[in-house]
């Protein structure tokens, strides 16, 4: 627990862990690591009451699918949400559930299982990355809780293993998205961990 690391996903999100981090009066360094095209993002906005009156927090559950109708739970952090989010309401799909995990370290166990709680215990957690295979969260992910994550299968979606962590190609990265958006939401098409 000697330094935070952050993928944050609105701007109320990084106000509060910036509040935060100079209100408290111990202090660790502070990582955040958010892509310059979520500052772009228009969905990516927070309204002025959720920066006066929220607080940071470290996992943001899904409020917007019935529990009880979830099969496949999304998990992610960072810009993916929004790939995610846009797919899911493009296919009006409401058997998935898309849940964020804002701070990466040290791990939100606690709040992650409130989050995961009104979900059956049979509902699998399917690790959503854009990163290669050998790098992002997977591996972190992997190295504390192996094949499940609070007792439920963790599955993983990401790019395959790659020296580098982009295509440096703009058409080619659309197509890999497309793939990788079309793995997360098809039980079927998720390649073996």
Same mark, same amino acid.
């Given at each position: ?17 910036? %509040? ?11 990582? &955040? ?6 500052? %772009? ?10 920066? =006066? ?12 699918? =019935?529990?009880?109708?979830?099969? /496949? ?12 989010? @846009? ?32 979900? @059956?215990?049979?509902?699998? &957690?399917? #690790?959503? $990355? ?7 969260? #997977?591996?972190?992910? /992997? ?33 890999? $998205? =497309? ?15």
């Amino acid at each position: 627990d000697n330094m935070q690391v952050m993928n944050l996903t609105t701007p109320a999100q990084y106000f509060h862990v910036l %509040r935060r981090q100079v209100l408290r009066k111990w202090r660790k360094p502070l990582v &955040i690591m958010s892509p310059k095209s979520v500052l %772009r993002l228009p969905a990516a906005t927070s309204s002025l009451d959720e920066l =006066a009156t929220g607080s940071f927090r470290k996992v943001i559950a899904d409020s917007t699918v =019935a529990a009880s109708g979830v099969k /496949r739970i999304l998990l992610c952090t960072g810009k993916v949400y929004y790939d995610l989010a @846009a797919k899911r309401e493009e296919e009006g799909r409401d058997d998935l559930a898309i849940v964020r995990l804002e701070q990466l370290y040290p791990f939100p166990e606690k709040e992650l299982a409130v989050a995961l709680e009104p979900y @059956a215990d049979d509902v699998p &957690i399917v #690790w959503v $990355q854009e990163e290669p295979r050998n790098m992002g969260t #997977w591996w972190y992910l /992997r190295a504390l809780h192996g094949e499940s994550l609070l007792n439920r299968a963790l599955l993983g979606v990401f790019r395959p293993a790659s020296a580098s962590p982009a295509t440096g190609s703009g058409a080619s990265h659309k197509i890999e $998205q =497309a793939k990788l958006l079309e793995q997360a939401f098809d039980l079927g098409k998720i390649p073996a961990s």
